[in-house]
């Protein structure tokens, strides 16, 4: 079945960067696209990342220029590189196979000002 784990997250300051990896298994990765989303407190999860299994990638207008997507079909993992993080990134964040499968448990992303 379709396993999802993220890691990477933490407490960093604003202007700071985090790298998130999800390693997914249950799907033949390299055949699928992948994306990054976020769920704030009180907010609806939305999608801020995603590529696809040729490497295209799209980026929600919040994080253009600072997040980068990028995939390891070897290792069967998606990355989140995050740079000059702010204040309104904090969140947890999940990744997923699109069309989306079950969710992980996410990581807890906290961007202090």
């Known amino acids: 079945q379709v396993q999802l784990v993220e890691s990477g997250g933490g407490l960093v300051q604003a202007g700071g960067s985090l790298r998130l990896s999800c390693a997914a298994s249950?799907?033949?990765?390299?055949?699928?696209?992948m994306g990054w989303y976020r769920q704030a407190p009180g907010k609806q999860r939305e999608l801020v990342a995603s590529?696809?299994?040729?490497?295209?990638?799209n980026y929600v207008d919040s994080v253009k220029g600072r997040f980068t997507i990028s995939r390891d079909n070897a290792k069967n993992t998606v990355y989140l590189q995050m740079n000059s993080l702010k204040p309104e990134d904090t969140a947890v964040y999940y990744c997923?196979?699109?069309?989306?499968?079950?969710w992980g448990q996410g990581t807890q992303v906290t961007v202090s000002s």
């Open positions: 590529i696809s299994s040729g490497g295209s990638t």
């Open positions: 997923n196979f699109l069309p989306m499968g079950p």
């Open positions: 249950g799907r033949i990765f390299s055949m699928n696209a």
